[in-house]
């Protein structure tokens, strides 16, 4: 390693608090991934509350693996060096497990260049009894982890809370065993999946057949774990840094999951049941904050939703941020105290312009409820608002996206109508994105509309805008939103090319064709009601007739109340 890039780690590690040393004589050594930067990595939440659990194990240490920077890479790949953790620079392939946490497709070919950086052959069949145990995590282990079968020996389906702990007591208890030996012992934890345990016939038309389990361990179906209490081992940030999206932020999860049902929402449902952090363990956490740092994120699918959210911004005396917003239950109290953290843009999610379509989708927000939550923001002296739009939802039509502009304006009249007294104007940014249909969701047998009409929705989009004053458009590119939506609903065999589209620095046109793979057969092809989905052998808990009842109300527009937790039985989560 040269000496800038070792002054460079050694800065950022001084720039920590919190971090966890161990030394090397643990008898389990876990070196923890995150497929994308360090910047990018430490600002997920997920991998502090692992990194935490594994490393509050007498047995084991667990050390931070990241993707490096683009101007550090020819030390690893060009010089020949391997891989190593953040911690003691051991090298990747020299700890006991290799575990990633995984929280965007965008990010799977970064895990095949981390395997490849640090000298461990990237496909599972490759691997022998010398190389680190591959084990995947992370909320892409639960939707649907078919695409990357080929290069994990081990994947732990479900909430970390409940997996990390009895996978490394496993782990440590059999590893003297052979690798044979030890995979089945793993396969019988609940929610622990091993792929190559596991054989996917198909019929003619390139859907799935049969699944067949080929060892007696192997479970038919795979559950997912859930953390029933939240109180119990709250998510929080464990290690604070300058060097992320947060800078030296406290992070905090005080609500997970959320039970509005919103029919296009993946994290709505394999998150479910929504549970909440009590206020006094909430409470706990903004002490820390204060004394810490200051400053807190709350953390939750829909935080105005939070029951204790009044009660809890009371007894934060620094500053807080949050991380979602719902229109319906945006109070002016919760408005008041972000405006006096000094929150100068606050993002609400209408999703659709129109009425009717927000009733396809659920949302379950009307017309004057963005109204009046717009209201409420800009007489808070908040001057900027951001609102989130998809384009390309089912039933969507033109007079639907038109009503995107339509809904715009409205939000305009109501920032003028607190700005002109004041003599000054923010800015309203519409943030619109592509639907991508997704697994464990009622839309799940949907296609994505073709790249080329929702590039001309966004055109369109973009030239009514210019008409507004203080008023601009942001969006992702759909062709991404087509590579999304094919590696969150593909089932194994596209491993072959992601193999390829690595090799060819993410030229995924190229590497279809030379793997012969028809993407649009996963991305804009309607499934049938009865197929037999690529993540059907996962138990999320919702029934899967739920879903298919469900997609057909949504074709009505018909409305689906939130949940009532442990009262109701509809969807099977609590049953």
């Not at 953790?85 to 799977?108: G, H, N, T």
Request: glycine share 8%; aromatic share 8%; with cysteine.
């Amino acid at each position: 390693m040269n000496r800038t890039l070792q002054d460079k780690l050694d800065k950022l590690l001084a720039s920590e608090r919190g971090a966890i040393s161990k030394p090397r004589d643990r008898a389990v050594s876990v070196a923890l991934a995150y497929p994308n930067t360090y910047h990018v990595g430490m600002s997920n939440l997920g991998l502090h509350r692992i990194y935490s659990l594994l490393n509050s194990r007498e047995d084991t240490r667990c050390e931070r693996v990241f993707l490096p920077d683009e101007e550090d890479l020819p030390e690893y790949d060009g010089a020949g060096n391997p891989l190593f953790a953040l911690e003691s620079r051991q090298p990747v392939k020299d700890f006991d497990i290799l575990a990633f946490s995984v929280s965007f497709e965008q990010d799977y070919l970064n895990v095949i260049e981390i395997l490849r950086l640090s000298g461990i052959p990237p496909e599972r069949s490759q691997r022998g009894s010398g190389h680190p145990l591959v084990v995947l995590g992370g909320i892409c282990s639960f939707f649907n982890p078919e695409p990357l079968a080929d290069f994990f020996d081990v994947v732990l389906t479900g909430e970390g809370e409940e997996l990390a702990g009895r996978f490394a007591a496993a782990y440590a208890q059999h590893r003297q065993q052979g690798r044979d030996e030890l995979l089945q012992e793993i396969a019988k934890l609940a929610g622990a999946y091993v792929p190559e345990y596991y054989e996917v016939r198909y019929d003619q038309d390139g859907t799935i057949r049969e699944r067949k389990a080929l060892v007696p361990e192997a479970p038919e179906m795979i559950i997912k774990q859930v953390a029933r209490d939240l109180d119990a081992k709250p998510a929080s940030t464990v290690i604070l840094t300058p060097e992320t999206e947060f800078s030296n932020m406290h992070l905090s999860e005080v609500t997970r999951g959320c039970g509005r049902h919103c029919r296009f929402c993946m994290a709505g449902y394999i998150y479910l049941p929504p549970r909440n952090l009590g206020l006094d363990a909430a409470k706990a956490q903004a002490k820390h904050a204060d004394e810490t740092c200051g400053r807190i994120g709350l953390v939750g699918a829909a935080l105005s939703d939070y029951p204790e959210i009044e009660g809890l911004c009371d007894a934060i005396t620094g500053s807080v941020s949050v991380s979602s917003l719902r229109a319906d239950s945006l109070s002016e109290k919760l408005v008041a105290r972000l405006a006096a953290s000094g929150h100068k843009t606050i993002a609400l999610a209408p999703e659709a312009g129109s009425e009717r379509l927000r009733k396809v989708i659920n949302k379950g927000v009307t017309e004057g409820d963005i109204l009046a939550a717009a209201d409420k923001v800009f007489r808070a002296d908040i001057p900027n608002l951001k609102l989130y739009f998809i384009i390309g939802l089912p039933t969507e039509t033109q007079e639907d996206v038109d009503g995107i502009i339509d809904l715009a304006k409205k939000v305009h009249e109501v920032q003028l109508d607190h700005a002109r007294p004041r003599g000054r104007i923010g800015r309203i940014t519409l943030s619109v994105n592509s639907f991508v249909p997704k697994p464990f969701t009622p839309f799940q047998w949907e296609p994505m509309e073709a790249v080329s009409s929702l590039n001309r929705k966004i055109r369109n989009l973009e030239k009514a805008v210019k008409n507004i004053g203080n008023m601009n458009i942001i969006h992702d590119l759909p062709k991404w939103e087509y590579f999304q939506a094919m590696l969150s609903r593909g089932d194994r065999r596209l491993g072959k090319l992601l193999l390829a589209a690595h090799g060819k620095s993410g030229d995924w046109k190229a590497a279809a064709r030379e793997t012969g793979t028809d993407m649009d057969f996963y991305v804009t092809r309607r499934r049938g009601l009865t197929e037999v989905l690529p993540w059907d052998f996962i138990d999320i808990g919702v029934r899967k007739e739920y879903l298919r009842n469900e997609f057909n109300r949504g074709m009505e527009g018909k409305f689906t109340p939130p949940c009532k937790v442990g009262t109701c039985r509809t969807c099977g989560v609590c049953r």
